[in-house]
């Protein structure tokens, strides 16, 4: 599968995702298994420690899941995800968020996903695992 493949997938799925549009992700790389995200934490973030709510880094690393995994052209979903929080996200924080595929095989993916801020801090650290089901995102392009 090409790397235009790739983007073509995640431009779709992006379109349609009205949370992560929310969150305000930005697309910096999109490769088969990998991509690279942005996103700045906002006021409505925050919780009631004064830090980003945790599940904000949760959903934008899981959003950083469904794109990694799509992106080999197969329609994916999370069987399983876990996170570690290192550090405590702030209002205005700039987070990069890196996804990597450690294994596929033709029923499941197994995900590496880093945050990190603006001062390359790791933020967080996520671990996904999702079920490739046999449905092609765009079988003409095979």
Same mark, same amino acid.
């Given at each position: 599968?090409?790397?235009?493949? $790739?983007?073509?997938?995640? #431009?779709?799925?992006? *379109?349609?995702?009205?949370? &992560? %549009?929310?969150?305000?992700?930005?697309?910096?790389?999109?490769?088969?298994?990998?991509?690279?995200?942005?996103?700045?934490?906002?006021?409505?973030?925050?919780?009631?420690?004064?830090?980003?709510?945790?599940?904000? $880094?949760?959903?934008?690393? #899981?959003?950083?899941? *469904?794109?990694?995994?799509? &992106? %080999?052209?197969?329609?994916?979903?999370?069987?399983?995800?876990?996170?570690?929080?290192?550090?405590?996200?702030?209002?205005?924080?700039?987070?990069?968020?890196?996804?990597?595929?450690?294994?596929?095989?033709?029923?499941?993916?197994?995900?590496?996903?880093?945050?990190?801020?603006?001062?390359?801090?790791?933020?967080?650290?996520?671990?996904?695992?999702?079920?490739?089901?046999?449905?092609?995102?765009?079988?003409?392009?095979?």
């Amino acid at each position: 599968m090409s790397k235009e493949l $790739a983007k073509k997938v995640v #431009d779709k799925m992006m *379109a349609e995702d009205k949370f &992560s %549009q929310w969150l305000g992700i930005e697309t910096v790389l999109i490769e088969q298994g990998h991509c690279i995200l942005k996103m700045k934490i906002r006021e409505e973030m925050i919780n009631g420690f004064g830090s980003s709510h945790g599940g904000v $880094a949760f959903s934008f690393a #899981d959003s950083a899941l *469904a794109f990694a995994s799509n &992106s %080999q052209g197969r329609l994916s979903v999370a069987l399983e995800c876990s996170i570690s929080f290192a550090i405590a996200v702030k209002e205005g924080d700039e987070l990069t968020c890196e996804a990597r595929e450690l294994s596929l095989t033709n029923k499941t993916g197994t995900y590496h996903i880093e945050i990190s801020n603006q001062k390359n801090e790791k933020v967080a650290f996520f671990k996904g695992t999702v079920y490739r089901t046999s449905k092609e995102w765009f079988p003409e392009n095979k």
